[in-house]
């Protein structure tokens, strides 16, 4: 299972910290993908990490914005938020993959969590 946390109201150019957390099993063998869901829109992903952190990928619109970062000792991943954008608004997914690579295709993870909302609004 994985669990979401950190959503909330924030107004344009704020920040917010989303961290994704497993339970009943670790993350050190999992890639893990962030992905983002807008009223009326399809799930889009956001980025993803590797198993060992040494990769991350970004999509464009959240490239210098968003960090993504992970402590597997922990079992915990973190999405870092920067210069929030209205159009960030979504609610947020964690997903988990049994893989070594990113990937940026929703089906192909194994494990969801429930999701946090943002909303970015002044």
């Known amino acids: 299972q994985l669990v979401e946390s950190g959503g909330g109201l924030v107004q344009p150019v704020g920040s917010l910290n989303l961290s994704c957390e497993a339970s009943?099993?670790?993350?050190?063998?999992?890639?893990i993908g962030w992905f983002r869901q807008a009223p009326g829109k399809g799930r889009e992903y956001v980025g993803a990490v590797i198993p060992s952190g040494g990769k991350v990928n970004y999509i464009d619109s959240v490239k210098g914005r968003f960090v993504l970062s992970r402590d597997n000792a922990k079992s915990t991943v973190t999405l870092q938020m920067k210069s929030l954008k209205p159009e960030d608004t979504a609610v947020y997914y964690c997903?988990?993959?049994?893989?070594?690579?990113?990937?940026?295709?929703?089906?192909?993870?194994?494990?969801w969590g429930q999701g946090t909302q943002v909303t970015v609004a002044s």
């Open positions: 997903a988990a993959r049994f893989e070594p690579y990113n990937d940026y295709i929703p089906d192909n993870y194994d494990y």
């Open positions: 009943g099993f670790r993350l050190n063998y999992y890639s």
